[in-house]
């Protein structure tokens, strides 16, 4: 059975340098880290601050895309752990095929990984499922009893996934792409 998860953390795997997106659920005390690559931990971040830019960054233009193709996105699921890694799908409604909320004809089954689908959902606020199966066989179980015990065994958890460093990764990226912007905008190369 699908249930929906949320993205309850961005952090930053210290022992491995890899960013790790933390799924979870406000009623159950699993959680599902899933490591993610920098590039896409960082349209997460950028996602989830709701930051705008002047022009669609890669996701964006993805969307774009399928929302010009009379398409929307419709939902992510997280669907398969094998070998370590997940595996999951972007769920598209075709809206020249149904106007039925729920019409099964007009769903296409987009294989990704999880990491793009998660930024896409972020961007577009829609839900992302993954299974009991996953969160059993993937998940870290945090303690059942009240929410302070909870907290503590999360913080256990991130103990070595330091959040400022992350923070400045991404803090150090941006000032990059604004120097390089400045470059630009004074003469510099442009793309052909």
Request: glycine share 4%; with cysteine; aromatic share 6%.
């Amino acid at each position: 059975m699908l249930k929906e998860v949320k993205v309850k953390a961005l952090v930053l795997d210290k022992n491995h340098n890899t960013p790790v997106v933390i799924l979870g659920t406000d009623d159950n005390p699993m959680v599902l880290p899933i490591w993610i690559g920098s590039c896409e931990a960082m349209a997460l971040s950028l996602a989830l601050e709701n930051a705008d830019f002047p022009r669609p960054l890669t996701h964006d233009l993805l969307v774009n895309t399928i929302e010009a193709l009379d398409a929307q996105v419709f939902k992510v699921v997280i669907d398969s752990l094998r070998d370590n890694t997940y595996y999951a799908k972007l769920v598209i409604k075709d809206l020249a095929y149904s106007d039925l909320e729920d019409d099964p004809g007009a769903m296409i089954e987009i294989d990704c990984r999880p990491s793009d689908a998660i930024v896409i959902a972020t961007k577009k606020n829609i839900p992302i499922y993954t299974s009991d199966e996953i969160m059993l066989e993937g998940g870290i179980k945090l303690s059942e009893n009240p929410q302070k015990e909870d907290e503590e065994e999360f913080n256990k958890f991130v103990e070595n996934m330091h959040i400022e460093d992350f923070r400045n990764y991404f803090r150090d990226a941006e000032n990059e792409n604004k120097d390089e912007k400045k470059d630009e905008e004074n003469g510099g190369e442009e793309d052909s």
